[in-house]
C-alpha cells in the first residue's frame, strides 16, 4: 500500500508514512503478531487509545488473579 500511493519526489512523506505504520504495528500488534482491520479502523476513528487502555487494565487484573 505504501508503494503504490507513494509520490516519487516526496521523500519525508514516504519516510513518514513508513514510520507511522511501523509504530502503529509496535503497539497495536497481538500476541501473535498480526495487525487486526478493527485495530487500523481504531487508529482512523480515535478510539485506538481507548482499546489499548482497556487491553492494558484487563491484563492487569488477569495478572492479579494468578
Known amino acids: 500500500m505504501l508503494k503504490a500511493n507513494r509520490d ?3 521523500f519525508s512523506g ?3 508514512a513508513f ?3 511501523k509504530l502503529l504495528y509496535a503497539l497495536c500488534k497481538d500476541k501473535e503478531g498480526f ?3 478493527e485495530t487500523v479502523k481504531a487508529v ?3 478510539s485506538v487509545f481507548e482499546k489499548l487502555e482497556r487491553e492494558k487494565k ?3 487484573e488477569f495478572a492479579k488473579k494468578k
Open 35 to 37: 495487525l487486526h482491520k
Open 19 to 21: 514510520v507511522e505504520w
Open 58 to 60: 484487563e491484563a492487569k
Open 14 to 16: 514516504r519516510v513518514g
Open 44 to 46: 482512523y476513528d480515535g
Open 8 to 10: 516519487p519526489k516526496d
